[in-house]
């Protein structure tokens, strides 16, 4: 099975995300934005972050 790979602008993006999450909860695409995420790496890094998030959640 291939490796996906992933660039660093994502990974920094993802976690990015995932820690803003953790210190103030959801936010809009728009918050995001002025926090320096764009619109498409949102979009290429929504469901892993989202996933990060609800794996948190469970524990």
């Avoid at 103030?24 to 995420?37: F, K, P």
Wanted: charged share 35%; hydrophobic share 40%; no cysteine.
């Amino acid at each position: 099975m291939p490796t996906i790979e992933i660039s660093p602008a994502d990974r920094r993006d993802r976690a990015n995300m995932f820690s803003l999450w953790q210190e103030r909860g959801a936010m809009t695409e728009r918050e995001l934005e002025r926090a320096g995420i764009s619109k498409e790496s949102q979009a290429r890094n929504a469901a892993a972050v989202a996933e990060r998030v609800r794996l948190a959640e469970m524990a």
